[in-house]
């Protein structure tokens, strides 16, 4: 990984989620009416985490999991509401403190909600490694090396999810792109399917690990493909 290229855009990722969009997101992730469009970001991500929660064990009883990017909390309530320790961190401490607050009392001695780097050693170590929409704005070099990290500290299966190299991806980010950066979010990099398995074959970090499943959403302007990686 080129350090100065994952620190420079998890820089610009945490400046954005933490100062300039953090109304829209409380507003996106919660079951306030949307316009159209927003609408169709809200179903994609709610059939996102879907997946990725139904490619977990049902019971997750004694299992510790990392719910990298978590956002508002979603997934990690979820997960713990399967009996699973979650670790939750994202970069923006505003979106952490708003998860806090919708925190059910049910499952708030399952959740360790935390501010920071999901590359963080001090995190400790894991069963199974969650990263919806985390990486997306990354370098397909820099992704692949984070999940590597990631990798080092976990037993069982790392689940991300990338934005897939598609016509109308590329459009919808050639569009934004017109807008003054200070209104929008760091673009997204789209990924091909090909170049992750081969920089996962040269990755030392990553030789007793396989692909497993994958599985696209597309709704609207979500558009967001998952894949499952299991440890031999």
Not at 34 to 46: I, K, M, P, S, Y
Not at 87 to 112: F, G, K, M, Q, Y
Request: charged share 25%; glycine share 6%; aromatic share 8%.
């Amino acid at each position: 990984m080129k350090e100065s290229t994952y620190q420079e855009r998890r820089g610009q990722i945490e400046t954005y989620f933490d100062r300039t969009a953090v109304a829209a997101w409380e507003k996106l992730t919660s079951d306030a009416p949307l316009g159209r469009v927003r609408a169709t970001v809200r179903a994609g991500r709610d059939n996102m985490r879907a997946t990725l929660l139904s490619w977990l064990p049902d019971d997750l009883h004694g299992k510790r999991i990392l719910d990298a990017g978590c956002g508002t909390g979603a997934l990690a309530i979820e997960a713990a509401r399967r009996g699973a320790e979650v670790v939750a961190i994202d970069l923006s401490p505003t979106l952490v403190d708003l998860a806090r607050s919708r925190l059910p009392t049910d499952v708030a001695h399952r959740i360790d909600f935390r501010s920071g780097d999901m590359l963080d050693p001090a995190l400790g170590h894991f069963d199974h490694a969650v990263a919806m929409d985390s990486i997306i704005h990354y370098r397909t070099e820099d992704a692949v090396n984070a999940l590597a990290k990631l990798a080092e500290r976990t037993s069982s299966s790392i689940l991300f999810t990338f934005a897939p190299r598609t016509p109308l991806l590329t459009f919808m980010i050639s569009v934004g792109r017109i807008f003054p950066r200070g209104n929008r979010a760091p673009w997204l990099e789209p990924m091909a399917e090909e170049k992750i398995a081969s920089l996962m074959a040269t990755n030392e970090a990553l030789k007793d690990w396989s692909t497993g499943r994958t599985r696209r959403v597309s709704s609207g302007f979500y558009q967001s493909q998952a894949m499952e990686w299991t440890r031999s």
